[in-house]
């Protein structure tokens, strides 16, 4: 729509963020950012953002861009970030997916070594500084180990889990290198709303949306934001998910 459409045309819009959660969003943003930034110096600047969705419907409710006075930045959007451990998942949903493993399978947490393309050499470590041997696939992912994570994402591949990351609705280009499985990819929290969505339904992806209806000044229905959804994981490699997640 024309922005002179917009303040001329008397439309109506119709949109599916709700006050009330916005409020208690908002209030969760400030309250948490206040605690932050208050613990020392280097926090005094700190902003946040946030983002809740109807799952079921992929219907934003509430959308925090900023952690104050709006700036203009939208971070709930436009703040692309390493996201770390939240694509750890994906490669634990791949792994049950193949059906080479189940929430018992051992998985190898010793020390890896990733050949890199530009003839380097890749060694990541775990948070604890710690090798923790054979452990079961649930233990890996709930303990969100490095070692373990990278060995399993190698054995089925970067081009595969690029697919899976496309399967989740990210639409960002994927890195090809080992470290994107340990989060060195750069995604907004908007996407990953998007991604855990379809671990919230069951397996099932709805376009996350914030406009439901809009209507002309004679009350005509122009445009309607139908549920696309679509099956995105079987059930029972989401249902091992969510379950190793809970965790």
């Given at each position: 729509?024309?922005?002179?459409?917009l303040?001329n045309?008397g439309l109506?819009?119709?949109?599916?963020?709700?006050?009330i959660?916005?409020?208690?969003?908002?209030?969760?943003?400030?309250?948490?950012?206040?605690?932050?930034?208050?613990s020392?110096?280097?926090?005094?600047?700190?902003q946040?953002?946030?983002?809740?969705?109807?799952?079921?419907?992929?219907?934003?409710?509430?959308?925090?861009?900023?952690?104050?006075?709006?700036?203009?930045?939208n971070?709930?959007?436009?703040?692309?970030?390493?996201?770390?451990?939240?694509?750890?998942?994906?490669?634990y949903?791949?792994a049950?997916?193949?059906?080479r493993?189940?929430?018992?399978?051992?998985?190898?947490?010793?020390p890896?070594?990733?050949?890199?393309n530009?003839?380097?050499?890749?060694?990541p470590k775990?948070?604890?500084n710690?090798?923790?041997g054979?452990?079961s696939?649930?233990?890996?992912?709930?303990k969100?180990?490095?070692?373990?994570?990278?060995?399993?994402?190698?054995?089925?591949?970067?081009d595969?889990f690029?697919?899976?990351?496309?399967?989740?609705?990210?639409e960002?280009?994927?890195?090809?290198?080992?470290?994107?499985?340990?989060?060195?990819?750069n995604?907004?929290?908007?996407?990953?709303?998007?991604?855990?969505?379809?671990?919230?339904t069951?397996?099932?992806?709805?376009?996350?949306?914030?406009?439901r209806?809009?209507?002309?000044?004679?009350?005509?229905?122009?445009?309607?934001?139908?549920?696309?959804?679509?099956?995105?994981?079987?059930?029972?490699?989401?249902?091992l998910?969510?379950?190793?997640?809970?965790?």
């Amino acid at each position: 729509y024309y922005s002179d459409d917009l303040k001329n045309e008397g439309l109506i819009i119709i949109s599916t963020l709700d006050p009330i959660t916005q409020m208690a969003a908002d209030k969760a943003v400030s309250r948490k950012l206040g605690d932050l930034r208050g613990s020392s110096s280097k926090t005094k600047d700190l902003q946040g953002a946030l983002v809740s969705a109807n799952p079921e419907t992929g219907e934003l409710v509430a959308v925090v861009g900023s952690g104050s006075e709006f700036t203009g930045f939208n971070r709930a959007v436009d703040a692309k970030r390493p996201v770390g451990s939240l694509l750890k998942p994906i490669i634990y949903m791949t792994a049950l997916e193949s059906g080479r493993y189940n929430l018992a399978s051992s998985v190898d947490d010793s020390p890896i070594t990733v050949n890199l393309n530009d003839g380097t050499k890749w060694s990541p470590k775990n948070y604890d500084n710690r090798d923790h041997g054979y452990i079961s696939l649930t233990t890996a992912l709930a303990k969100s180990y490095n070692q373990s994570a990278v060995r399993l994402g190698m054995e089925f591949g970067m081009d595969t889990f690029a697919k899976q990351m496309r399967r989740l609705g990210v639409e960002e280009q994927i890195p090809p290198y080992p470290s994107a499985l340990l989060g060195a990819v750069n995604l907004s929290p908007m996407d990953m709303l998007g991604v855990y969505q379809v671990f919230a339904t069951g397996g099932f992806r709805t376009p996350i949306h914030s406009i439901r209806t809009v209507i002309d000044d004679r009350g005509r229905i122009l445009q309607r934001t139908g549920l696309n959804t679509q099956r995105s994981v079987p059930p029972e490699t989401n249902y091992l998910t969510n379950y190793a997640l809970q965790q």
